[in-house]
């Protein structure tokens, strides 16, 4: 693995363990269907935390700025895991990644380049696209998926093409709850994000 793929195998695989409780549900219970569609048609947001994740022997460890916006993804990748800072540019047909000095490490086009772009550093696939929505607590609605409730009627799992997407924790965020804690496990990876801050 490259030390650049070093740093991405936290954008595809982690081992970080703990549980939370959830909030209280609210009295008029969440109508998931109805939260995802509300969310799938939010064209910006930002969400901010940490991410780690570990296959094989392979892994590390960072922080995380996601930055979603109406015309393409922009990705922010540092901390301790030994490979520096990378800033990601994506839209729906290339992916560019700068250094943190500013040079340009690698480029991909196509609509497919982001998952092109980490099978190659990572040397395994992983569903890149649809990270976008994992990441709100929703289904990619390009595929199909199975949604697991837990007893209390929250959000616990999610299960699409070979991946299980399971939510330990939500937040209030203004007029949404967002998933605080996500794991996302296949046969595979393992991968973690904490994401302390989301903004709209």
Known sequence: MTRLGAAL??????????????????????????????????????????????????????????VQGDTGTRISLSGPFGAGAYEIAWDDERIVVNSKKGEQVAA???????????????GWSFPARSLR???????????????CLDESGWLSRIEQNGWSVEYSRFDEVGNHYMPSKIVMENDHARVKLVVDRWSF
Request: aromatic residues 10%; proline residues 3%.
């Open 108 to 122: 991909y086009t196509g609509r497919d380049a982001a998952d092109q772009f980490l099978e190659q550093q990572l």
């Open 133 to 147: 929505y994992w990441l709100l607590g929703v289904a990619d609605p390009e595929f199909l998926s199975e949604r």
């Open 9 to 66: 195998a936290v954008l595809a695989a982690v081992s970080v363990a703990g549980c939370a409780a959830r909030p209280v549900q609210p009295e008029a219970r969440i109508d998931w269907d109805q939260r995802a569609a509300r969310l799938v048609d939010t064209a910006a947001w930002r969400a901010q935390g940490r991410i780690a994740g570990k296959s094989g022997k392979d892994g590390g460890q960072g922080n995380m700025i996601w």
